[in-house]
């Protein structure tokens, strides 16, 4: 089994700064399986990025998805108001099917 | 638009069973995928099941088997999960989840649907 392992925990920053958030994995992900989420409270995840850097319907081109093998990051090239949330990687294992989910990054106001 | 509703959680006794529900609306509902993943309340996400857009194949994470039972019905175009045997460690939200093509990754959310198992 996979284990994916985001860094860091917590990311205390404020609007307009550029973030990246990383992603280990403890074993080589397939550039098609890997994806990332925004969780904000009340809401619905959303996904933004599939297949490693393809940003999902809708999510505006600040978000990007870049990495190989097992080091994946997702870069907020300016952060906004509304991008303050918890963001979470996820591999998808083939066989047999099955998603595993890092444990989240949290990006707070400073 | 696509959309998921998912229902039926609730306070439940240990041991006990309940059955979750996502009605779906916005796409051909047999064609995809859909998976469940719940969130206990502070922490992460964890992936629950999958069933493909036909039903023929279910699957599972380990901590689940023998008594999580994901289930379909494509003419009411609603997913379903039947839990029993439920314990304090499967208290969560649990959200109804759309796969992409391929089921790689999960492109719509539903709002989630707590489930608390406690005496």
């Known amino acids: 089994e996979i284990v994916l392992t985001q860094s860091p925990g917590t990311l205390s920053l404020s609007p307009g700064e550029r973030v990246t958030l990383s992603c280990r994995a403890s074993q080589s992900v397939s550039s098609s399986y890997l994806a990332w989420y925004q969780l904000k409270p009340g809401q619905a995840p959303r996904l933004l990025v599939y297949g490693v850097s393809t940003r999902a319907t809708g999510i505006p081109d600040r978000f990007s998805g870049s990495g190989f093998g097992t080091d994946f990051t997702l870069t907020i090239s300016r952060l906004e108001p509304e991008d303050f949330a918890v963001y979470y990687c996820q591999q998808y294992g083939s066989s047999p099917p099955a998603w595993t989910f890092g444990q989240g990054t949290k990006v707070e106001i400073k | 638009e696509v959309q998921l509703l998912e229902s039926g959680g609730d306070l439940i006794q240990p041991g006990g069973s309940l059955r979750l529900s996502c009605a779906a609306s916005?796409?051909?509902?047999?064609?995809?995928?859909m998976t469940w993943v719940r969130q206990v309340p502070g922490r992460g996400l964890e992936w629950v099941s999958l069933i493909t857009g036909s039903g023929d194949s279910t699957y599972y994470t380990e901590s689940v088997k023998g008594r999580f039972t994901i289930s379909r019905d494509n003419f009411k175009n609603t997913l379903y999960l039947q839990m029993n045997g439920l314990s304090a460690e499967d208290t969560a939200v649990y959200y109804c989840v759309k796969g992409t093509v391929g089921a790689v990754a999960g492109d719509c959310w539903g709002q989630g649907t707590l489930v608390t198992v406690s005496s």
């Open positions: 916005g796409f051909t509902f047999s064609h995809y995928a």
